[in-house]
């Protein structure tokens, strides 16, 4: 699914991010959402969202709902 956009994106959900120091790399990062910070409908390089581990990065990629 597509996580550019903020509508696709919950709380909850399971999704893969890349954190600011991987950009370059694009290693991706899994977790749960706990907070979604982007404050737009979309982002053209992923919605920023906190995890529940407190890592924050854009979506790449929802993997389930």
Request: net charge positive; aromatic share 0%.
């Amino acid at each position: 699914m597509n996580g550019q956009i903020r509508s696709n994106i919950q709380v909850g959900d399971q999704v893969q991010i890349v954190l600011k120091q991987d950009q370059r790399t694009g290693k991706l990062t899994s977790g749960i959402v706990k907070d979604i910070l982007t404050k737009s409908p979309s982002h053209p390089h992923g919605i920023k969202v906190r995890l529940e581990d407190g890592q924050v990065g854009r979506v790449k990629d929802i993997i389930k709902k």
